[in-house]
């Protein structure tokens, strides 16, 4: 499903926000490869055995595990210069969620080999995992009790929010990523139809404008106010 463009990651663009030493960049830049996924290809499936690990390098990425009624989560949005599939590192060695992209992406693919080799030389990254491993660690439990406490339509409110923090608004006031109203359910818990229900109320309070999949924050204020002390 995913097209190998190159064996060559092009490290000065791609990993600006990560601290390799230059002997890590020259690796990766000799033994990564990059791969261009499709809108809608998986970058890896829940339950595959883990083959390494993928910085993204443009594009959008959901990251997903499903329920118990086979129904997605998304538990995080992926953006250029993020780091995916790490989650799978250590015990069973199996990817325990999913990762698809929402739009046409690339990401850089190292092998676990050559990541453990990394790490083990590179001092300084592997600090900045740690603390990478340790701030998403607080964001999933805080998020997990912050959805517990909020109603369906904060939960929608909260999905907006994730996507423009992840994803941004451009000049016009548009969430710059246009997800599907399923997508929309998935990340906020909930269903289409639940979607589709509070969206046109925050239509209808002029907080949002609705355009086909695209969503224009004309209050972000407001919006925020749904969530009462969550923002």
């Given at each position: 499903m995913e097209q190998v463009l190159d064996k060559k990651c092009e490290t000065i663009n791609a990993f600006l926000?990560?601290?390799?030493?230059?002997?890590?960049?020259?690796?990766?830049?000799e033994y990564g490869t990059i791969i261009r996924c499709e809108k809608?290809?998986?970058i890896f499936y829940e339950g595959e055995s883990v083959e390494g690990i993928f910085f993204v390098l443009s594009g959008m990425i959901k990251i997903f595990k499903s329920g118990l009624n086979g129904k997605q989560q998304i538990i995080r949005l992926a953006k250029p210069n993020d780091i995916i599939g790490h989650r799978g590192l250590g015990g069973k060695n199996i990817y325990p969620i999913g990762a698809e992209a929402i739009e046409d992406s690339k990401v850089c693919f190292i092998e676990t080999q050559l990541f453990f080799e990394i790490l083990r030389n590179d001092s300084e990254f592997a600090i900045w995992l740690i603390l990478f491993y340790a701030e998403e660690l607080k964001n999933t439990e805080t998020r997990i009790r912050d959805q517990a406490q909020m109603s369906i339509r904060e939960k929608i409110a909260d999905a907006i929010m994730m996507i423009a923090k992840a994803y941004g608004i451009d000049a016009r006031n548009f969430l710059k990523a246009q997800l599907s109203r399923g997508d929309i359910a998935d990340l906020a818990g909930t269903n289409n139809e639940q979607v589709s229900r509070f969206l046109s109320e925050f239509e209808q309070d002029n907080i949002i404008e609705l355009k086909g999949k695209t969503?224009?924050?004309?209050?972000?204020e407001l919006l925020k106010d749904k969530l009462k002390y969550y923002y």
């Open positions: 926000s990560q601290p390799f030493s230059k002997k890590s960049l020259d690796l990766i830049n809608g290809q998986h969503i224009k924050i004309l209050n972000l």
